[in-house]
Nanobody
Framework: QVRLVESGGGSVQAGGSLRLSCEAS????????IGWFRQAPGKEREGVATLRRNGITYYADSVKGRFTISQDNAKNTLYLQMNNLKPEDTAMYYC????????????????????WGQGTQVTVSS
């Protein structure tokens, strides 16, 4: 059973930084794509950043240059370093994993991921 557990959220002022972590367990190989999504109240869940199994990364335009996705395979942990945070970054942040191999999929589309964590809240005040 795949399990994703996020941590590292909190409240910061605009311009501050946070590092989110997502510890993955129950997956027996590294043949997957994994990423971060966020959902603000009243808005749809949106892709923030994804790390493909081949090492390619994708970022939403709104976070490019401020957020960095990375992974520590030895710890089975995915990270999202968030710098220069803005009030519009306020949301619940979710870790998501796509275990399906092949097929047409889009890194930013929530329905293309089949495992999700419970989320960690990020609040940025102005």
């Amino acid at each position: 059973q795949v399990r994703l557990v996020e941590s590292g959220g909190g409240s910061v002022q605009a311009g501050g930084s946070l590092r989110l972590s997502c510890e993955a367990s129950g997956y027996t190989n590294n043949n997957y794509n994994i990423g971060w999504f966020r959902q603000a109240p009243g808005k749809e869940r949106e892709g923030v950043a994804t790390l493909r199994r081949n090492g390619i990364t994708y970022y939403a335009d709104s976070v490019k240059g401020r957020f960095t996705i990375s992974q520590d395979n030895a710890k089975n942990t995915l990270y999202l370093q968030m710098n220069n945070l803005k009030p519009e970054d306020t949301a619940m942040y979710y870790c998501a994993l796509r275990s399906t191999y092949g097929g047409v999929w889009y890194w930013y589309r929530p329905s293309d991921y089949n495992y999700w964590g419970q989320g960690t809240q990020v609040t940025v005040s102005s």
